[in-house]
Each structure stands twice: as structure tokens, then as C-alpha cells.
């Protein structure tokens, strides 16, 4: 059973940082990409990036240049690193890994259970 934990939230003064981590557990068969979702109280959620297997990544627009994902592919791992942040951010972000099944055609997506993100002063 896949299992994807995220830590790394809390609370920051606007125009802090902060770095999620992202860490998988249980066997996955391949992995095509794994991105940052986030939602706010009261909105949908909504992408905030993502990373594929090839270290190719796209941003949400509020988000290019302010934040950054990263991975460990050993590791089962991906890292959202969050600068210059603003109380907007707020919300509730999770990960997910979209990835193939054992039958190397069925695509199935995991998510994490959601780590707060608090931006305020």
C-alpha cells in the first residue's frame, strides 16, 4: 500500500520561507510526475506545480518565481521550497505522485493526507 507523507508546514511571517517535503512509502512502479496541490479555506483546490520524471516542472502563474520543486527520485521524495511568501498562500497543501500500476498501462494517482501552510504577521 502506497502511503505519501508531507511535513514541513507551519506558520510564516509574509516574505518567509518555507521548504514542504514530500515522502513516499510502499512500493510504486514508476513514477511519470509528482506535484503540489494546495487549498485554501472556502476555494478549490488547486495545482501548484509539478515535476516529472525527467525534471521537467511548471508552476502555477502566482507561484513562478516564488516557489520551486524538486525531487529525489531514489528517495520516492519531492520538496516544494517556498520563498517570499504571502498570506494568499495559505492553505492546506498536499502532494500527490501520478504513476503507472504493475501492468505498466493503468495510471493511478496517490495524495498525501495535507500539511497547513499559515502565512501570517
Known amino acids: 500500500q502506497v502511503r505519501l507523507m508531507e511535513s514541513g508546514g507551519g506558520l510564516v511571517q509574509p516574505g518567509g520561507s518555507l521548504r514542504l517535503s514530500c515522502a513516499a512509502s510502499?512500493?510504486?512502479?514508476?513514477?511519470?510526475?509528482m506535484g503540489w496541490s494546495r487549498q485554501a479555506p472556502g476555494k478549490e483546490r488547486e495545482l501548484v506545480g509539478f515535476i516529472t520524471k525527467d525534471g521537467i516542472t511548471d508552476y502555477v502563474e502566482s507561484a513562478k518565481g516564488r516557489f520551486t520543486i524538486s525531487s529525489d527520485n531514489a528517495k520516492n521524495t519531492v520538496y516544494l521550497q517556498m520563498t517570499n511568501l504571502k498570506p494568499e498562500d495559505t492553505a492546506v497543501y498536499y502532494c500527490?505522485?501520478?504513476?503507472?500500476?504493475?501492468?505498466?498501462?493503468?495510471?493511478?494517482?496517490?495524495w498525501g493526507q495535507g500539511t497547513q501552510v499559515t502565512v501570517s504577521s
Open positions: 510502499g512500493t510504486i512502479y514508476s513514477i511519470y510526475a
Open positions: 500527490n505522485f501520478t504513476a503507472f500500476l504493475a501492468d505498466g498501462e493503468t495510471v493511478t494517482d496517490y
